[in-house]
T-cell receptor, first 114, second 114 residues
């Protein structure tokens, strides 16, 4: 059983397009996150949702919009894709209510914008 | 704001030799500290964590880390490296009051020589 899953694993698209990445966790966690890993492997938080409520919104272009239909899912929609959006996007989850602060990561989605 | 520094970008170690990866953090209070490992093309796997208590923590795959408050360090060690330990290692600090977001260091790439 995959704990945190992401689809698609690879996404190749052209500049200006709109795309979505989906994330699902079956760990029963109440908090989910999106991180971006750039070409130099640097990881940075983008967003976090706790029980469908946005709690972290870092300095991210408003072309990026997260959506959490329920606490097991957190999707990332990106409008008007740019070359600089090429990166690996990781979803993660944790359980704040149980005091488990460690985060469990999905396998990542490699986005390539041409 | 918290920050994490991993001074070594690359480390090459012979199989069977010991490994130590350095991590220094900056944060005003006692942070939550983590080590993650990322194998090529994979997501991040949690190796170990420190929240409180015993400053020497044991993790998976034979890894351990020691929290030293006086040095603001959380170094990762393994007594005998296996070829499968070749990967990228990330140290991270979690801040509960900041939505539990993780701030990562830049990572250390470990190469294992036969």
């Amino acid at each position: 059983d995959t704990a945190v899953s992401q689809t698609p694993k690879y996404l190749v698209t052209q500049m200006g397009n709109d795309k979505s990445i989906k994330c699902e966790q079956n760990l029963g966690h109440d908090t989910m996150y999106w991180y971006k890993q750039d070409s130099k492997k640097f990881l940075k938080i983008m967003f976090s949702y706790n029980n469908k409520e946005l709690i972290i919104n870092e300095t991210v272009p408003n072309r990026f919009s997260p959506k959490s239909p329920d606490k097991a899912h957190l999707n990332l929609h990106i409008n008007s894709l740019e070359l600089g959006d090429s990166a690996v996007y990781f979803c993660a989850s944790s359980s704040r209510t149980s005091g488990m602060y460690e985060q469990y990561f999905g396998p990542g989605t490699r986005l390539t914008v041409t | 704001a918290q920050s994490v520094t991993q001074p070594d970008i690359h480390i090459t170690v012979s199989e069977g030799a010991s490994l130590e990866l350095r991590c220094n953090y900056s944060y005003g209070a006692t942070p939550y500290l983590f080590w993650y490992v990322q194998s090529p093309g994979q997501g991040l796997q949690l190796l170990l964590k420190y929240f409180s208590g015993d400053t020497l923590v044991q993790g998976i795959k034979g890894f351990e880390a020691e929290f030293k408050r006086s040095q603001s360090s959380f170094n990762l060690r393994k007594p005998s490296v296996h070829w499968s330990d070749a990967a990228e290692y990330f140290c991270a600090v979690g801040v509960r009051t900041a939505g539990n977001k993780l701030t990562f260091g830049g990572g250390t790439r470990v190469l294992v020589k036969p």
